[in-house]
């Protein structure tokens, strides 16, 4: 069989190629990274993978011990409270979700597959169908940045994040700006306000939420912190010239904290986090697709309905498929694509009677079955997970939120709480 082409290698492109190796199927993946080393664009934060989602993925993938190795069980707590730190309350665990590094889960999933089935420096720019002069077959040909084209692929999946090169040969639909954004900054060991972060989050999570903002302090796997100041603001704001242009940290941190800031009103132990965290600072403006996306377009005559239409020789996985504003389930719900189109692809190709392994067929008429049967699962389920997202939205963004998030702890676990003040 033709190798599938994976395009990104995410934490949903690297499962997907993971799953795939323990099969012997064959594979490449293409990543736009020049080198599994951390990039500024990639250096990551930490992630809770779920029992049923991320955790179930590794497991078939045969990593789940080097996972636990790897995952910090200490830091499945929460703090919540208000901006002015009122309400404090620490939650235990609501749930089985490990924290992981993200590099750390990216450089374990590397570590599983063979060097030589990935193509690093390989910037997808197009993906385009192209007829065979000779048999008039239809295929796929992907453009790359460096000039170069690949072709000859049993299938193509786009696990290449929020902004796929893939997408539009599935939809028309583009992610929106969700109107929110995080700038991203970091607290070393040896930072002034360690202690305090130490302090107040230990080994776990915290968010603190205001009207139009949030502060969340988490602990990585090296014991330093990152902070990440969610605010409601333009798209634009972090860019050149931008209120909170960061590559100008002055003016950034005065935007944050000076009079009229973002957490100007915020309590002097809460906003002395802002004031530490150190540069570069990074943003991440949040976006999402229109959960109408995934509803079936058959029936459907407006052409620009933006609704995905299947096709029989690419799919899409994680982001690629479902970019949402984060609710902590992102990463979850990619490698658990991974797994249904995996678990899908492996059912058509077990099956005897599709005359697969008896060579009655090529393996495309095979994959083609099982898109089928992945999407059939994962775009009801890529609808619900955007529209809980947007309502979560509420709760992590509102004027009530610190009470909102607390109640919704509460309810999750009915486990350890304390209330500080
Ligand atoms: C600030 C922030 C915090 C988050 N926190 C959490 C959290 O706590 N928990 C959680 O579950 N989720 C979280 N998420 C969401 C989570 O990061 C994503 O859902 C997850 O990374 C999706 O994985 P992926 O493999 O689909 O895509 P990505 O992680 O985006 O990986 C895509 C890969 O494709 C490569 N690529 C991109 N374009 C191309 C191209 N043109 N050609 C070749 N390669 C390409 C990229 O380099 C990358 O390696 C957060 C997101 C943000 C922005």
Known sequence: MDPIAIVGGGPCGLTFARLLETA????????RDASSKPTPRFQGGTLDLHAETGQKALRRAGLFAEFERLARRDAMTMVVQDSQ??????????????EIDRLQLRQMLLD?????????????CSAESESSTQSGDVSLVLRFADGTTERGFSLVVGADGAWSKI??????????????????????LDNPQYSAALEMVGAGNSMATGARQTLCVQ????????VYMGLVAPETIARA??????????????AMLGPGGFFASWAPELRAFVDAAEGPWRAWPLYRLDPDTFLSA??????????WVPAHDVTLLGDAAHISIPNGEGVNQA?????????????????????????????????????IAYETEMLPRARDYILRCIEDEGMFWGDDAASRLAEMFNQASGQVNVEHT
């Not at 597959?113 to 997808?124: D, E, F, S, V, Y």
């Not at 931008?242 to 100008?248: F, K, L, M, P, T």
């Not at 058959?298 to 609704?307: E, I």
């Open 219 to 226: 602990q990585m796997a090296d014991r330093s912190y990152r």
């Open 335 to 371: 490698m658990y694509d991974s797994l249904v189109l995996f678990e899908s692809i492996m059912n058509e190709l077990n099956n005897e009677e599709a005359g697969f392994e008896s060579g009655k067929e090529d393996g495309k008429a095979a994959l083609a079955r099982a898109v």
């Open 167 to 188: 997408r539009q040969l599935l939809t028309p639909a583009k992610p929106q700006y969700s109107g929110k954004i995080f700038i991203e900054g970091r607290l070393s």
């Open 24 to 31: 012997g199927i064959n594979y490449i993946v293409f990543e």
């Open 298 to 307: 058959a029936g459907s005559d407006d052409k620009d309905s933006g609704r």
């Open 241 to 254: 010239g931008g209120e909170i242009d960061v590559n100008d940290m002055s003016k950034a941190r005065s």
């Open 85 to 98: 730190g009122n309400h404090r309350t620490t939650f235990g665990e609501t749930r089985d979700a490990p």
């Open 112 to 124: 599983s597959i063979p060097a030589h089935r990935i193509r690093w420096g390989k910037t997808l």
